[in-house]
């Protein structure tokens, strides 16, 4: 079982239900924590009589919510030990990247776009952490810039993080948003329409978790999904 964090004040849940939805496709069993303040997998994945915290199936994706550590949600769940081949925890303060040890995670994802409070509170939490961590950068921008990545590298300057010459974009296109909120009313996860760009970086992204998966593999999976199989 390994662990994978998202990291950041920058909204990630679609993000982390794509990511998800490949590995799932690709035969993996996954768990995917919102440890949020806000908790959008509560009203984003649909639940049946949702409590406090719970965890509930979405699309063959384990969702848990509410959950401050992974030993309540094996308590929750009644198991000593929780059979999953990825955990993947949505973060979005200090608190929780501690409680979740994500300082100890196989891969780190620390998701930004360049408005203010997106890069501005996601660098306050990593401000705040007292262990140093590995990070990836994964970066939403209508057009990534050397200006604004030598902008965040500056603002990050003297915190506990070594970042990784690894990275990630993500487009901020109109289309991939509408894609985005459609499949959130109709509750499904749906990549037919989204933009090649879009789906490039989920391939970066699983390849980054996987390591030894091909990227043949994972195009397979996502021609899969955008297939309805």
Do not use: C, H
């Not at 996601?122 to 921008?141: C, H, N, Q, T």
């Not at 200006?147 to 289309?175: A, C, H």
């Amino acid at each position: 079982m390994e662990t994978i964090g998202f990291i950041g004040a920058y909204d990630k849940t679609d993000l982390m239900l794509n990511t998800a939805k490949i590995l799932t496709t690709l035969g993996k069993k996954v768990l995917m924590v919102d440890s949020t303040i806000n908790q959008k997998a509560k009203y984003v994945v649909p639940s049946i009589n949702p409590t406090t915290s719970y965890v509930t199936n979405f699309e063959d994706i384990e969702v848990a919510v509410g959950f401050k550590t992974i030993e309540q949600i094996k308590q929750y769940l009644v198991v000593d030990e929780l059979q999953y081949d990825l955990i993947m925890v949505d973060a979005d303060s200090a608190q929780r990247i501690e409680e979740f040890e994500l300082e100890n995670a196989k891969k780190n994802f620390f998701v930004t776009a360049f408005d203010v409070y997106s890069l501005k509170k996601g660098l306050e939490i990593l401000a705040s952490m007292k262990k140093p961590i590995d990070l990836i950068k994964v970066l939403f921008s209508k057009e990534v810039l050397t200006e604004e990545e030598e902008y965040l590298n500056f603002l990050s300057l003297g915190m506990k993080m070594v970042w990784s010459e690894y990275k990630v974009y993500f487009p901020l296109e109109n289309g991939d948003l509408t894609v985005l909120m459609e499949n959130q009313r109709v509750e499904k996860i749906k990549f037919k329409k989204l933009s090649t760009q879009y789906k490039e970086g989920l391939i970066s992204i699983v390849s980054a978790i996987l390591g030894n998966e091909s990227e043949n593999a994972i195009r397979k999976a996502i021609k899969t999904i955008e297939k309805g199989v």
